[in-house]
C-alpha cells in the first residue's frame, strides 16, 4: 500500500537531488537546468525511454520537470500522427494543456490572494 508512495518520494527526490547538486556544482544557472531538464524529457519521452520509468515511479516521474517534456513529446507524436506536420505545433500543447491552465490558475488565485511585494 505504501510503496507506490515510496517508489514516488525516492524517485523525485533523486531528480531534485540531481537538480541541485548540478546548482552547487557548476556554474549553470537554475533556469538552464530546468531548460534542460525539460529538454532531457522531451528526448527521453520521445525515445520512449522515460514511460517505463514513469509507470514504475509514478508521480515522482510525472510531476517534475522531466515529466512535463516526455508529455510534451508524447502529446506531439500523437498529433502528428493524427494531424501530419501540423501535430508537431499543437500537439505538446494539446497533450500539456490541463498542466498549463492549472499553472497559471494558481498562479493567478495566489497573486490575488496574497499581497505582492518586492524582496529587499
Do not use: H
Not at 541541485?20 to 534542460?36: C, E, G, R, V
Not at 500537439?91 to 493567478?108: D, E, K, M, N, P
Amino acid at each position: 500500500m505504501l510503496l507506490p508512495y515510496l517508489k514516488a518520494f525516492l524517485a523525485g527526490g533523486l531528480i531534485c537531488a540531481a537538480g541541485q547538486l548540478l546548482i552547487d556544482k557548476t556554474n549553470l544557472t537554475p533556469a538552464k537546468i530546468l531548460s534542460a531538464y525539460v529538454v532531457a524529457g522531451v528526448i527521453l519521452g520521445g525515445t520512449g525511454l522515460y514511460k517505463p520509468f514513469a509507470d514504475w515511479a509514478g508521480a515522482g516521474a510525472t510531476v517534475p520537470l522531466l515529466g512535463f517534456g516526455s508529455t510534451l513529446a508524447q502529446g506531439i507524436r500523437s498529433g502528428v500522427a493524427e494531424r501530419g506536420l501540423l501535430g508537431v505545433m499543437t500537439g505538446g500543447l494539446t497533450a500539456a494543456a490541463a498542466g498549463i491552465c492549472a499553472a497559471v490558475f494558481f498562479a493567478g488565485l495566489a497573486a490575488l490572494l496574497f499581497k505582492p511585494r518586492e524582496k529587499s
